[in-house]
């Protein structure tokens, strides 16, 4: 007894950071946590505003595409909204989520107490919402927010930047610094904070793919911090990196800017794979088939992404060696990527499969993935990029792999884990509703953009020829169908925390792992002695 | 029973002095990437102008004069050489070339002229930039004097005639029958005075 009191005194004392029992109130309680659940849960709930924000922004896009001619917007302000809304859904809206999802989840998956920094895991949600602060705050600007697409091409940003340059840059870099240090906190955990017999070949697939995440921010975030740095100094200070008369060249900015561009991609999807990889084994009452091969496969497409970044170039003139290297290199990233499908479906051959909401997500993530996946192959090819290249088929390509992709694995990841983090199971006809009122709205509103991009309609431009009149009305109902479906999900998860049928430890009989070891709701502080994994 | 107490409270410390121990050195390890990656960006910079100036990527041509050191003048071919100007975005300059395009054998000099006229009521510097497309073709067009070697400041409504002799390499590859010669005008007059 004594000696149990004087053990975890003492461990208190080496680290107190983590490990306050008692809670504070109100906001400080919020302000001033380390720990990584009510972080985790912050995280999401950001995303999820942050979703709901750049959703309205599509929606603007897609009122104003509805019909042929200017209805509503006027093209700069259109503009705007296509930046914002992607600068959002990218950092603010799947970067967090799949953040908030680590922290809730990885020190629960590797038996650790909390991440290994939860100081910085703090200040790394914190600035967050300040970086958002800042962009947004551009919309009452007298010139109004970036209207230079999110990829913030040279000269667009520099030489004809409407006067949101510096605000956008600095929103970024905030990003970029809450991004990294995120990462840094997920590496350090995984590498000294798990349990004693948890290898590195023993780790839930969920929390490999978190790891080679993490490297990959690591990577390139610096390299988006450098990048913008250069368009703030060219746009301000008179250097020219990107500016040809002063020695410079716009064409590298698509380069540097592609090769974090490129790896930032995988960032956003190979989360992904690691919560399906989690959910289809769970609900196939399988162990996931291909185990080593997936841990491989994640690992060569990180790599991968580092060589490949050309491919969004393909128009600019490369010589054509150059042409082909990223052709073919591109074309090589399907091999893994294949051999992750493959394991998916052959991890539900034969299972006891059942179709709960988790399931359902999984299911659509991997047949919608799979067709963004081959569109991204139809896009590899150079000489058929050459008509591809700025149409809607680019932005059908990207949607399906990111939001059929990235965020119905967030759906099927909190669906799966919602029980877990509330105690209570969430109402079942609601989300059934919420994925089949998603999954028919979201191929209407992303499937016809396919054929307007094949049949030559532009990306980016607020008014289009009127015989792709037809298909954008479709889209644009689709759009606002899957905008309203979400809706769905936020009444769902406020009626699952308030309360509901009470959550067993483990909801899922085919669930495994060490997150189903504690109870529901999973205690403010768990594994405060690591489990002992055989 | 304390002596036991304490002694599994020095082992848990000594245990979280390594765990703390081990966090520091990878953080430290990260950081050092972090940083790395950072240099990395910048470090692109002069690695892009070195792979342009190997390959001839985006275009780009030297900024020194070449010296004339073709051994013979290869008559079978015929190379169309075109010239393209246009100004920046602010430099309210006339500026065109005085013949749009020549045919040169490979090996042979050529010189052109390009026309400039100040149109505004102030002294401007401009600067042209050029390049080549294809970009394949740019280590092969040799510049011997050109304009674009320096800046040219003309006053008020003052016009010049600028001059470029250039020739083409003997090894220009086979599938090259035309060149473009593209030059883009910039006012660096701020840039020149401070």
């Known amino acids: 007894m004594t000696s149990n009191v004087i053990n975890e005194q003492s461990t208190q004392d080496a680290h107190d950071d983590g490990h306050h029992d008692h809670k504070m109130t109100g906001l400080k309680r919020w302000l001033y946590t380390t720990n990584h659940k009510d972080i985790g849960s912050m995280y999401l709930w950001f995303s999820f505003i942050m979703f709901l924000t750049g959703g309205v922004m599509a929606l603007v896009i897609r009122a104003e595409l509805f019909q042929p001619g200017l209805q509503i917007v006027e093209?700069?302000?259109?503009?705007?909204?296509?930046?914002?809304?992607?600068?959002?859904?990218?950092?603010?809206?799947?970067?967090?989520?799949?953040?908030?999802?680590?922290?809730?989840?990885?020190?629960?998956?590797?038996?650790?107490?909390?991440?290994?920094?939860?100081?910085?895991?703090?200040?790394?949600?914190?600035?967050?919402?300040?970086?958002?602060?800042?962009?947004?705050?551009?919309?009452?600007?007298?010139?109004?927010?970036?209207?230079?697409?999110?990829?913030?091409?040279?000269?667009?940003?520099?030489?004809?930047?409407?006067?949101s340059t510096a605000f956008f840059v600095f929103a970024v870099h905030i990003m970029g610094i809450s991004s990294i240090m995120g990462a840094i906190n997920i590496v350090v955990t995984i590498m000294n904070m798990r349990a004693p017999g948890m290898t590195y070949m023993?780790?839930?697939?969920?929390?490999?793919?978190?790891?080679?995440?993490?490297?990959?921010?690591?990577?390139?975030?610096?390299?988006?911090?450098?990048?913008?740095?250069?368009v703030l100094t060219d746009t301000y200070f008179g250097t020219s990196f990107f500016d040809a008369a002063g020695g410079g060249d716009p064409v590298m900015f698509q380069h540097i800017f592609w090769f974090f561009g490129h790896p930032e991609v995988y960032i956003m999807i190979l989360p992904a794979f690691g919560i399906v990889s989690t959910?289809?084994?769970?609900f196939s009452r399988k162990k996931l088939f291909g185990y080593s091969s997936m841990?491989?496969?994640?690992?060569?497409?990180?790599?991968?992404?580092?060589?490949?970044?050309?491919?969004?170039?393909?128009?600019?003139?490369?010589?054509?060696?150059?042409?082909?290297?990223?052709?073919?290199?591109?074309?090589?990233?399907?091999?893994?990527?294949?051999?992750?499908?493959?394991?998916?479906?052959?991890?539900?051959?034969?299972?006891?499969?059942?179709?709960?909401?988790?399931?359902?997500?999984?299911?659509?993530?991997?047949?919608?993935?799979t067709i963004g996946g081959f569109s991204g192959l139809m896009l590899a090819m150079t000489p058929v990029d050459f008509q591809y290249h700025d149409t809607y088929f680019v932005v059908a390509h990207f949607h399906y792999v990111l939001v059929t992709g990235a965020l119905f694995s967030i759906f099927a990841g909190a669906y799966y884990w919602l029980p877990k983090w509330t105690g209570y199971m969430y109402n079942d006809t609601l989300s059934k509703w919420h994925f089949w009122c998603s999954l028919v709205s979201v191929n209407l509103l992303f499937f016809p953009m396919h054929f307007l991009g094949l049949a030559g309609m532009p990306r980016r431009i607020p008014d289009y020829a009127l015989q792709f009149a037809d298909f954008n009305k479709w889209v644009s109902i689709g759009g606002f169908a899957f905008g309203l479906s979400q809706l769905i999900f936020l009444?769902?998860?406020?009626?699952?925390?308030?309360?509901?049928?009470?959550?067993?430890a483990k909801p899922w009989d085919g669930a495994e792992g060490l997150e189903w070891t504690v109870p529901s709701p999973a205690p403010y502080h768990t594994f405060e002695t690591p489990p002992k994994i055989d | 029973m304390t002596n036991g107490a304490d002694k599994k409270t020095l082992s848990t410390q000594t245990q979280q002095?390594?765990?703390?121990?081990?966090?520091?050195?990878?953080?430290?390890?990260?950081?050092?990437?972090?940083?790395?990656?950072?240099?990395?960006?910048?470090?692109?910079?002069?690695?892009?102008?070195?792979?342009?100036?190997?390959?001839?990527?985006?275009?780009?041509?030297?900024?020194?004069?070449?010296?004339?050191?073709?051994?013979?003048?290869?008559?079978?071919?015929?190379?169309?050489?075109?010239?393209?100007?246009?100004?920046?975005?602010?430099?309210?300059?006339?500026?065109?070339?005085?013949?749009?395009e020549v045919k040169v054998h490979p090996g042979e000099r050529k010189v052109v002229k390009f026309y400039a006229k100040n149109q505004s009521a102030n002294a401007i510097v401009g600067q042209a930039v050029p390049s080549v497309s294809p970009g394949q073709a740019a280590i092969y067009f040799q510049k011997i004097e050109c304009f674009c070697f320096n800046n040219q400041p003309l006053n008020a409504s003052e016009d010049v005639e600028m001059g470029l002799q250039f020739y083409v390499d003997l090894d220009l590859p086979e599938d090259v029958s035309t060149i473009t010669l593209s030059y883009t005008l910039y006012d660096i007059t701020s840039a020149v005075d401070s």
């Open chain 1, 75 to 163: 093209p700069d302000f259109f503009n705007q909204m296509t930046t914002v809304h992607g600068l959002i859904m990218v950092f603010g809206a799947i970067m967090p989520a799949f953040t908030g999802l680590a922290n809730w989840m990885l020190p629960m998956m590797v038996g650790a107490p909390d991440m290994a920094l939860p100081r910085l895991n703090n200040w790394s949600f914190w600035i967050l919402p300040f970086a958002f602060a800042i962009l947004l705050s551009t919309f009452f600007l007298e010139s109004g927010a970036p209207n230079f697409g999110w990829t913030f091409y040279a000269p667009l940003s520099t030489t004809y930047s409407n006067g």
């Open chain 1, 491 to 504: 009444v769902l998860v406020i009626k699952c925390i308030k309360g509901g049928k009470k959550a067993e």
């Open chain 1, 295 to 369: 841990v491989y496969a994640t690992a060569s497409i990180a790599f991968l992404s580092f060589i490949v970044w050309a491919h969004h170039m393909f128009t600019t003139g490369m010589p054509l060696f150059g042409e082909l290297f990223f052709m073919y290199c591109t074309m090589l990233i399907a091999v893994p990527t294949g051999v992750k499908v493959f394991n998916w479906a052959a991890t539900m051959w034969r299972g006891a499969i059942s179709f709960e909401t988790p399931m359902l997500f999984s299911i659509a993530f991997v047949i919608l993935f």
């Open chain 1, 202 to 230: 023993k780790m839930p697939l969920f929390v490999w793919t978190f790891f080679i995440t993490a490297y990959l921010l690591i990577a390139v975030m610096p390299v988006l911090a450098g990048t913008v740095t250069m």
């Open chain 1, 279 to 282: 959910t289809i084994p769970a």
């Open chain 2, 17 to 100: 002095q390594a765990a703390d121990a081990s966090v520091k050195k990878t953080v430290k390890k990260l950081m050092l990437m972090v940083f790395a990656m950072f240099g990395f960006g910048f470090a692109m910079v002069p690695l892009y102008d070195v792979f342009c100036d190997i390959t001839g990527l985006n275009g780009k041509t030297s900024n020194v004069a070449a010296r004339y050191n073709a051994t013979s003048i290869d008559r079978e071919r015929t190379i169309t050489v075109q010239f393209l100007t246009r100004t920046a975005k602010g430099i309210p300059w006339q500026f065109e070339p005085m013949i749009n």
